[in-house]
């Protein structure tokens, strides 16, 4: 399987990087050249294998549903490049 | 080297205990060592005040006779480990200004055990890389170089900074993370030990995630003992990691020394590469040759998913990192570059604020995720990484005790050489090590010689799940014949 430029671009928009149009097809050639790597793995017999979803097997633990931390608003900010109060600023998402 | 950066973590750890010296003299003379190291660039953060802080209230432990296993050691942290008020980027621009309020549950465990921090480590952007050569901070320069030769080498990735520093004798011990083989193929490198532990030994809590199912925290150490001695701290259950393994945690350092007769160790006869180098063989062969001579037994198996392990790994890794790393669009933490709409402000901060191979890989998953891909590729990986795991639980239910290989295709090459024209010639570096993240389970490496360059090689040792003393027992075998490796100081 083999990328072209506009896949190129459609990923760069789902995983929200810019790039520039004279970046495209140097990143088409990588893209292609992993895939082709990754190509081998078509061979393997892999009927009646499950995927794998855990790599050790284990009980997924849980805990008591309470509140047991809060009132950190201070700190949960504290890194945000804009912030206002509690609030974190972002462009203007509605007209 | 002075008297007190000599010390292995085992013997400052003693000498501690019997008032020798002090722990902030220890730390003075690891601080002072490590402003005389800033050319191998392998902290990205120097804490020295901090550092002598922790060191007056562990003098104070000690003197009160309230002391921690890991009382007044000074240790380097690899700055993918969240730190409570100290800066921690993963070496990613995205990320160069962010100071968590929050430590890592590995981090504590040290603190909790008394240890001192020195600084924070360098790192490949996000730990993505196999030579140190990706950080923002740039690359780590290795402390060892080639014989008659002043060639600037890497120390292996992604912990290269971790791997240098303890080398360089500028903390006692380190910790590292391993996705693909970031700590073992850097502790080849350097000349010294480095484990990953079986998958859920360590909570991944408060560590700057790359791939989920693959990541686990480890420690550094110039010894066997010095990594037995750390993991038994860094290691535990964890309320706030779902994934961590609530296990009892054994005494490691009980390990070293511990016979090793009987043990049957496997040779994967699919480790042996066409094209491999004449001296990873020999050193491989010596190295069954040491386990033999003190009682245990080898035997030929068969991983026959071996070179599946790094494609899928290319798939997995990526995919999970994509879906990580999403986290990062210029709304609650690190950079934020200005758009013409929201959307538009995080394709500008991302493609500003991740290197090279972080956007290569961040595109990769994304593709082998997106609609239509997603069978074809991320589903398959997950189904041979079923089977890779197979290959290794079928040799344990037949009796073997731990696996015997190379860590690492070659010795250290220099900054620059590798990757630059085609990715994946980096990526085969991890062709030994990836293998045993794909299937959860320990590995160490251990200096085991050095090739006709001068350079350390090393040999790695796989477990089974949660059996990390018998690595530490066979480890120390391999180490007791093999003896130790220094670079000769430059910097």
Redesign the interface.
């Known amino acids: 399987?083999s990328?072209d430029a506009e896949?190129?671009r459609r990923?760069?928009?789902?995983?929200?990087?810019?790039?520039a149009e004279d970046e495209i097809e140097h990143?088409r050639g990588?893209?292609n050249?992993?895939l082709a790597?990754?190509?081998?793995?078509?061979e393997?017999d892999?009927k009646n294998?499950?995927?794998?979803?855990?790599?050790?097997p284990?009980a997924?633990?849980k805990?008591v549903d309470i509140v047991d931390d809060g009132g950190?608003g201070d700190?949960?900010v504290?890194?945000?490049?804009?912030t206002e109060d509690h609030f974190?600023l972002?462009?203007?998402?509605v007209e | 080297m002075t008297a007190l950066t000599s010390l292995t973590l085992a013997q400052a750890r003693d000498a501690l205990r019997r008032k020798e010296f002090s722990a902030l003299e220890l730390a003075d003379a690891h601080l002072a060592a490590i402003e005389k190291a800033r050319a191998l660039n392998a902290f990205v953060l120097e804490t020295a005040d901090h550092a002598r802080d922790m060191a007056r209230t562990a003098d104070d432990r000690l003197a009160k006779g309230q002391a921690g296993p890991l009382e007044g050691l000074p240790l380097g942290i690899k700055d993918l480990f969240c730190t409570r008020g100290i800066r921690t980027t993963a070496c990613s621009h995205i990320l160069d200004?962010?100071?968590?309020?929050y430590e890592s549950t590995v981090t504590a465990n040290l603190w909790r055990d008394g240890a001192v921090l020195l600084g924070k480590l360098n790192n490949d952007e996000f730990a993505m890389g196999s030579s140190n050569e990706t950080s923002f901070f740039g690359p780590v320069v290795s402390p060892w170089r080639r014989a008659g030769a002043n060639t600037k080498l890497v120390p292996g990735g992604s912990s290269g900074g971790s791997a240098a520093a303890v080398a360089a004798h500028l903390c006692v011990g380190a910790t590292g993370t391993d996705t693909g083989g970031s700590i073992r193929q850097p502790a080849a490198f350097c000349g010294i030990v480095g484990l990953k532990p079986?998958?859920?030994r360590c909570s991944r809590w408060g560590i700057v995630a790359f791939a989920s199912?693959?990541d686990q925290a480890g420690p550094f150490g110039r010894s066997v003992r010095d990594c037995a001695i750390l993991l038994r701290s860094m290691a535990g259950g964890d309320?706030k990691d779902?994934?961590c393994?609530?296990l009892p945690v054994p005494d490691y350092e009980q390990a070293i020394g511990a016979s090793v007769k009987g043990k049957r160790i496997g040779i994967p006869k699919e480790y042996r590469m066409p094209g491999m180098a004449a001296e990873i063989d020999s050193l491989w062969q010596r190295g069954a040759q040491w386990l033999k001579e003190a009682g245990a037994e080898t035997i030929e198996i068969s991983l026959p998913?071996t070179?599946?392990a790094l494609?899928?790994y290319?798939?997995v890794a990526p995919a999970e990192a994509?879906s990580n790393l999403?986290r990062y669009?210029?709304?609650?933490?690190?950079?934020?570059l200005?758009?013409a709409?929201?959307?538009?402000?995080?394709?500008?901060t991302?493609?500003a604020g991740?290197g090279k191979e972080v956007?290569?890989r961040?595109?990769?998953g994304?593709?082998v995720l997106?609609a239509g891909y997603y069978e074809?590729?991320y589903?398959?990986?997950?189904?041979?990484?079923?089977?890779i795991?197979r290959d290794f639980e079928t040799c344990f239910a037949s009796g073997i005790d731990a696996i015997l290989t190379p860590t690492a295709p070659s010795a250290a090459f220099a900054i620059g050489e590798k990757g630059r024209a085609?990715?994946?010639e980096m990526?085969l570096n991890d062709v030994f090590t990836v293998t045993v993240n794909?299937?959860?389970l320990p590995g160490i490496s251990v200096p085991s010689g050095l090739d006709a360059e001068g350079l350390p090689l090393g040999l790695q040792l796989i477990g089974r799940?949660f059996d990390e003393t018998t690595l530490f027992s066979l480890g120390a075998v391999i180490e007791q014949a093999a003896g130790h490796f220094a670079p000769k100081p430059w910097w």
């Open positions: 399987m990328v896949t190129v990923v760069a928009h789902l995983a929200r990087v810019a790039v990143l990588e893209l050249a992993m790597f990754v190509e081998q793995l078509a393997v892999v294998v499950e995927p794998m979803t855990s790599v050790t284990m997924m633990k805990r950190i700190y949960i504290k890194n945000a490049p804009a974190f972002v462009p203007k998402v | 200004n962010f100071v968590p309020d079986t998958y859920g199912s693959l309320p779902t994934t393994a609530d998913h070179r599946y494609p899928a290319y798939i994509s999403a669009d210029g709304v609650r933490y690190g950079l934020r200005p758009g709409d929201v959307t538009d402000m995080y394709k500008q991302r493609a991740f956007r290569r961040i595109m990769i994304t593709y997106s074809a590729y589903l398959q990986a997950q189904k041979v990484r079923t089977l795991k085609d990715p994946i990526y794909m299937a959860g799940p």
